[in-house]
């Protein structure tokens, strides 16, 4: 069970950092996001969710 905890983190994570990728923040910004997110998977991840830059595509 805990293999497939992690491929859905490792999963979140890369769509996560695609987001980062995609917004109009300052590259500084990006690579701090970034940064968080591959040193903290989980933690880094949900305050990213909540408080990080969000891409800017419409659907």
């Known amino acids: ?3 497939l905890f992690s491929i859905i983190v490792f ?3 890369v769509w996560a950092i695609a987001q ?6 300052a ?7 970034i ?8 933690v880094g991840f949900v305050i ?3 408080a990080g830059p969000k891409a800017n595509v419409r659907l």
């Open 1 to 3: 069970m805990g293999w």
């Open 11 to 13: 999963v979140l994570n």
């Open 20 to 25: 980062i990728i995609n917004t109009n923040a």
């Open 27 to 33: 590259m500084q910004s990006k690579l701090l996001w």
């Open 35 to 42: 940064a968080l997110i591959l040193i903290l998977p989980v």
């Open 48 to 50: 990213w969710w909540f």
